[in-house]
Nanobody, 126 residues
C-alpha cells in the first residue's frame, strides 16, 4: 500500500531554514514525478517545487526561486525540500505528492498528482 509521509516542519524565525523530507513507500520511484505543495489558511493549495522522475528537471514557484531546492534520493525513497531565507508568507501546511510521469517536464499543479501525504506544518514567525 502506498504511503507518503512528510517530516521536518516546525517553527522557525524569519530568515531561517528548514529541510522537509518525504518518505515514500508502496511503490518504486522510477517514472514518478514528485512535488511539494503548500496550503495556507483560507488559500488554495499551490505548487512549490516539483522534480521530474529522472531528477534532471525541476520547477519552482516564482515566490520560492532562489530560496528553495528540491532533490530526490530514489535509493532512500525520499524527496527533500531545502527551504532557506524563510519569511512569514511561507507559513503553510506542506504536502508532498507523486504522479506516474516519465516525462522530463515536472508539472507543478496539484490536480496533476495522484498520491498525497498528510502534510507537515511550517510556521515562520518571530
Amino acid at each position: 500500500q502506498w504511503q507518503l509521509v512528510e517530516s521536518g516542519g516546525g517553527l522557525v524565525q524569519p530568515g531561517g531554514s528548514l529541510r522537509l523530507s518525504c518518505l515514500i513507500s508502496g511503490f518504486t520511484l522510477d517514472y514518478y514525478a514528485i512535488g511539494w505543495f503548500r496550503q495556507a489558511p483560507g488559500k488554495e493549495r499551490e505548487g512549490v517545487s516539483c522534480i521530474s522522475s529522472s531528477a534532471s528537471f525541476t520547477n519552482h514557484a516564482d515566490s520560492v526561486k532562489g530560496r528553495f531546492t528540491i532533490s530526490r534520493d530514489d535509493a532512500k525513497k525520499t524527496v527533500y525540500l531545502q527551504m532557506n531565507n524563510l519569511n512569514p508568507e511561507d507559513t503553510a501546511v506542506y504536502f508532498c505528492a507523486a504522479v506516474y510521469d516519465a516525462t522530463d517536464d515536472p508539472i507543478c499543479v496539484p490536480s496533476h498528482y495522484d498520491y498525497w501525504g498528510r502534510g507537515t506544518q511550517v510556521t515562520v514567525s518571530s
